[in-house]
């Protein structure tokens, strides 16, 4: 049977890194009377074999989605062409509008004449044209950052 434990200095004192003793419904019972948790290391951290994060020097960006380019340009008027499969009425549509929210699988748009809120739904999109210059920040670099308002 194995008996010895093996604690990497990364883990706090107490942490049990021992072959699980179970209790009565299967679970690991804790050392030392309560739960210790490893400590948090943030997504795609580099870590030495002892354990130890790596700082990163390189600061880390949202990935380039459309919906994170989209939410860049929130307030600016575009014109958002969609297609709809199996659709006899209507298989292809354009709308236009303020761009209001951008969500992983939506676009909120407003239409300035009617006030009216449109909600668009992303699988549906083809592309997006706008009439002005668009803020885009590639991930890894430093783009123009959006105006605050």
């Not at 179970?22 to 804790?30: H, K, S």
């Not at 390189?58 to 380019?69: A, D, G, L, M």
């Not at 969500?103 to 748009?109: E, L």
């Amino acid at each position: 049977m194995f008996t010895q434990s093996y604690r990497p200095a990364a883990y706090p004192a107490g942490y049990n890194t021992a072959p699980a003793q179970t209790g009565g419904a299967g679970f690991a019972a804790p050392m030392g009377g309560g739960a210790v948790v490893p400590p948090q290391v943030p997504s795609g951290s580099p870590m030495t074999p002892g354990g130890t994060v790596v700082p990163s020097a390189i600061p880390t960006f949202e990935q380039s989605y459309i919906e994170n380019i989209l939410r860049l340009n929130l307030g600016k008027v575009g014109t958002f062409y969609m297609t709809y499969e199996n659709n006899r009425e209507w298989n292809a549509k354009i709308f236009k509008g303020v761009l209001e929210a951008a969500g992983r699988d939506h676009i909120i748009i407003s239409e300035p004449a009617t006030g009216r809120r449109i909600i668009l739904l992303m699988v549906n999109l083809d592309f997006a044209t706008f009439d002005e210059p668009l803020y885009y920040q590639y991930p890894g670099t430093i783009g123009a950052p959006p105006p605050t308002r």
